[in-house]
């Protein structure tokens, strides 16, 4: 017999964070991923809230694509506030 | 340790002339603690050691809960039977975060699986030892969780991220265990003589097994230079057990208890403890598959994994009668 399908487990923890990828699990279906998840990765208080998802469903980058993606961000820092120096007489900016 | 005596599958640490470029520019990432992560570029003796080292540090909790196992149905008050339960559910907890680690390098659970229980793979020598008494339990919280603490705490910064990311969860759990253990120790020592007379014994035999943990001295060893200069073995095993020795011995002189080693001795010079020799035959033979309950242990893992295949099969059956007529129903 095949090993269970992979899911990717996600949790949210009490204090309004988004959900967080805390690592993956085994189990036949998403009822039983999620009852998994809980113990596997909230026995200590860690979340209330959890996501599943297939591994497989997952597309992400690729390492190789990283310079094409991300560099461009690198030369606009005048998306940051700091990047506009302010008087100090100038209040409240 | 968890992972004891992990083979790089090279002969010699290799220099940077003979690297490629692709290898220069890993090293170097390594070299900046820039985290490697499983789709990154990484070289195939870096992929297999980890998968080996992860994967023995994974089996090694798993067959950790059977030595504690064996005492939960006799604690001897039902607060210690929940806290024991939670300390051997945490350890299946470490393994599935290891084995989750270990997966995104390209090997299947199953196969990971299946290769402990053929011996191709190896688990720590320390849970090939007995559970005697209900001191055991404690020195095992006490010094073999506190030697895991010290082996993993560095590892929460080594260079592959899904491993450095499984330890950082593993260590919030495990000072936990090991204060559960001392608390046992403490209150035995507390107690009767009879009650202090166990925790003696089971220092007495758990004390060398938990300094072989550390593996014999690799400071020549050249799987374990490779493993530090792809900082995937961030402390040598002798400076480890040093660590740990120096950390353990004013613990036992608090409980009162006395470590079987004529040569354990504070040195003022070195500010270290200076401690006995080790039988290394003993932890050969261990390792080899001779300790006092290797064959038990083997036994009863492959055992528990033959006996859940129905259920194992059975929920897959559930869940694709479920999706079939979920698929029906949508039609």
Redesign the interface.
């Known amino acids: 017999m095949s090993e269970w399908p992979l899911w990717e487990v996600f949790i949210r923890s009490q204090h309004g964070l988004a959900h967080k990828h805390v690592g993956s699990l085994h189990a036949p279906d998403a009822e039983m991923a999620i009852k998994n998840a809980r113990d596997v990765y909230t026995r200590r208080n860690e979340g209330i809230s959890i996501w599943v998802a297939r591994s497989a469903d997952i597309h992400a980058t690729s390492p190789g694509d990283r310079a094409a993606l991300f560099e461009p961000a690198n030369d606009k820092v005048y998306r940051h506030p700091t990047f506009f120096p302010m008087p100090d007489e100038v209040k409240h900016i | 340790m968890y992972a004891q005596l992990v083979e790089t599958g090279l002969s010699k640490v290799q220099a940077a002339a003979e690297m490629t470029a692709e290898e220069l520019e890993f090293q170097a990432r390594i070299d900046a603690d820039i985290k490697i992560?499983p789709?990154?570029?990484m070289p195939e003796a870096y992929r297999r050691t980890l998968i080996r080292q992860i994967q023995q540090h994974a089996h090694s909790e798993i067959v950790g809960m059977l030595p504690e196992g064996n005492w939960i149905t006799r604690a001897p008050s039902l607060q210690r039977k929940a806290i024991l339960m939670?300390k051997v559910?945490?350890e299946a907890?470490h393994g599935?975060?290891l084995y989750?680690a270990a997966?995104t390098l390209g090997v299947?659970?199953?196969q990971m699986i299946a290769d402990l229980h053929a011996g191709k793979v190896k688990y720590s020598s320390i849970f090939n030892y007995p559970t005697l008494t209900w001191a055991d339990i404690g020195t095992i919280g006490w010094l073999v969780d506190g030697a895991a603490i010290m082996n993993q705490i560095p590892l929460c910064r080594c260079s592959f991220g899904p491993y450095a990311?499984?330890m950082v969860?593993v260590c919030?759990?495990e000072s936990f265990h090991q204060r559960q253990g001392f608390d046992i120790m403490l209150t035995l020592c507390r107690g009767t003589a009879e009650q202090k007379a166990l925790a003696q014994d089971a220092l007495n035999r758990w004390w060398w097994p938990s300094l072989m943990m550390f593996g014999p001295s690799d400071a020549a060893s050249v799987h374990s230079a490779q493993s530090a200069r792809w900082k995937i073995k961030l402390l040598s095993n002798d400076e480890l057990r040093q660590r740990f020795v120096d950390q353990t011995a004013p613990q036992a002189a608090f409980l009162g208890l006395r470590i079987p080693d004529d040569r354990l001795a504070f040195d003022e010079a070195t500010g270290h403890y200076a401690f006995g020799e080790i039988d290394w035959d003993e932890f050969h033979e261990v390792i080899k598959g001779h300790g006092p309950c290797n064959r038990d242990r083997m036994r009863t893992r492959t055992q528990a994994w033959e006996d859940g295949?129905w259920v194992?099969?059975a929920?897959?059956a559930?869940?694709q009668k479920?999706?079939a007529r979920e698929a029906r129903e949508a039609a």
């Open positions: 992560e789709k990154d570029w939670a559910q945490d907890g599935l975060y989750c997966e299947s659970r199953d990311r499984a969860r919030k759990e295949a194992r099969e929920a897959t559930h869940a479920r999706a």
